[in-house]
């Protein structure tokens, strides 16, 4: 007779998230809201890209933004500055968001009549991996100067994303960044993955993206009717 039972609570936690995702995506079919969740290391430029991408989108469609971070309201300043709809989530401490919390930001945001909605997700490349938001889609962003040996050390979040934007190319005559090296890396992982070099700054490779994601929000809505 045993003395103790043993839980797995890991894989419990992430088979229940896995179906609140499942059924949140649902919704979001419902809604016609196309779900972005966007995911990085800290500083490589999620909210410059998210600001570009607003730039390039606003006269098509309507966008809101979702703000994750530990704390502080930094980011959900900046955006809202941009004049668009932006609720910032606090996650008290915890280094991912789920899917459950993913739905109460979009339930604050009052999202009913938005297209898009960007989640900046928590500037971290191993837990954000790990669980599933309930976005559409995935993305991160690779800044040149984090190297291009990420692919190697933190494999599962290139194999989660749908897209990788490679940022801050326009630095990369001030560093040893292997373009090729890292498009390899990821295919190998991910042979389906989009790779976008892109530029927030200067706008550099902002259409290419732009487009990607104005198709993908279209197929979204085609498969809600």
């Known amino acids: 007779m045993e003395q103790y039972k043993v839980i797995e609570i890991k894989k419990s936690i992430f088979e229940d ?39 390039a989108l606003r006269e098509e469609m309507k966008i809101g933004v979702l703000e994750a971070d530990i704390d502080s309201d930094v980011d959900a300043g900046t955006v809202a500055g941009a004049g668009t709809k932006v609720i910032q989530l606090h996650t008290g401490g915890m280094c991912h968001l789920d899917a459950d919390m993913t739905r ?48 190697l050390k933190y494999p599962l979040m290139f194999s989660v994303v749908d897209v990788l934007l490679i940022n801050k190319i326009d630095a990369k005559d001030y560093f040893n960044f292997d373009f090729e090296a890292v498009k390899e890396r990821v295919k190998k992982l991910n042979p389906d993955i989009r790779v976008i070099p892109v530029s927030a700054k200067t706008g550099e490779g902002m259409d290419e993206w732009a487009a990607w994601l104005r198709e993908q929000v279209e197929n979204w809505k085609d498969r809600g009717n």
Do not use: W, Y
Request: aromatic content about 4%; some cysteine.
């Open 104 to 151: 109460q930001g979009l339930n604050g945001l009052e999202a009913e009549g938005l297209d898009l909605v960007i989640l900046e997700n928590i500037g971290n490349l191993i837990c954000p991996a790990e669980f599933d938001t309930g976005a559409v889609k995935n993305a991160m962003i690779l800044s040149v100067p984090e190297g291009d040996d990420k692919p």
């Open 17 to 55: 998230n896995n179906r609140q995702a499942d059924l949140f995506r649902e919704e979001l079919k419902k809604r016609k809201t196309f779900l972005l969740n966007l995911m990085s290391s800290p500083g490589s430029g999620k909210t410059t890209t998210i600001l570009r991408t607003i730039e």
